[in-house]
């Protein structure tokens, strides 16, 4: 009941005026960033982690920042999952579309590979809004289930909303079902994994890496476009389709996990504050489970 209440109470919220939904996610990203909570301690080490050269004043600067887009980060999804009209997304500028289009005119609809950047969700919506316009497949996205399944049904249903079909994060024969009947593939494979992965180095720290997006590409010579998008102010935001990488080319998985990263690393460094810090991204670590953050 109170799942229902809340979703409700989101959805309401996501049709206010643009301006107004965003200002209440920087509302209440500072609210993040004033009281005591464990994802904004989450945050700060991850960041003494990823930038030990930064100074304190520099860390404690993007962690104000950081958890302010966290705020703003939240109500973008509300925005992606529960707006009626898409009329909103004329304020995102699509850079790079022309690779998309390209490989699907060709027959080869590509992985469009990402990493956990606030607006990561809303880009997906922009660019599947203008896939549809150009006449081509919409992107399908690939999403971990929520461990709270009735949000799971409404955040799903929202999904389906802008990509017709959602897939199980594990579940690679359906990905390759979507990319055969000709749509790309959304997914971010940057977060934390405990199987089928090997530790990768993410900002010099070892990160278990999920291995199956390179073995699924490297079997099947499934292309790989990295896709991100970027916040560039108050309700104007940017997607940015880069040409197809060889990132998942390499000689094993350990290489092609650490080129993933790297890839990611050079795609967060011009917004380091949009990134998703507060996520365990070190949760499992070479010296034990939560070794890193055990003390918090």
Known sequence: MMTEMAVAL?????RWPV???TAAGRGLGRLFWWLPNRRKAIARRNLELCFPHWSEAQRQACLKATLISTGEGLSELL??????????????????????QKALQ??????????HLHAMELGGRALNRRLREAGLPVGHVLARQHN???????????????????????????????????????????????YQCVYAPFFGVPAATVTAPARLA????????????????????????????????????NAAATAMNA???SAIAPYPEQYLWVHR???NHPQGRNAVYRDL
């Not at 925005?79 to 850079?95: K, M, T």
């Not at 249903?157 to 055969?180: H, N």
């Not at 916040?231 to 880069?242: E, F, Q, T």
């Open 10 to 14: 989101a959805r309401a919220v996501a």
């Open 106 to 115: 060709n027959g080869q609809a590509p992985l469009l590979l990402s990493c």
């Open 19 to 21: 301006a107004w939904v």
């Open 148 to 194: 709270n399944k009735v949000l799971q049904k409404h955040v799903d249903a929202g999904r389906r909303g802008f990509a017709e079909k959602t897939i199980d994060k594990k579940d690679m024969k359906q990905v390759l079902a979507s990319l055969r009947a000709g749509h790309p593939v959304f997914l971010a494979p940057d977060q934390n994994f405990s």
């Open 263 to 265: 890839l990611f690393e």
């Open 281 to 283: 991204r070190f949760k």
């Open 218 to 253: 490297r079997r099947f010579k499934v292309p790989v476009l990295p896709c991100f998008a970027y916040r560039l102010g108050k309700n104007r935001w940017k997607v940015v389709v880069h040409p197809a990488t060889d990132v998942f080319e390499q000689d094993d998985l």
């Open 79 to 100: 925005l992606s999952w529960w707006r009626p009209s898409d009329r909103w997304l004329d304020a995102v500028e699509i850079e790079g579309f022309e690779h998309l």
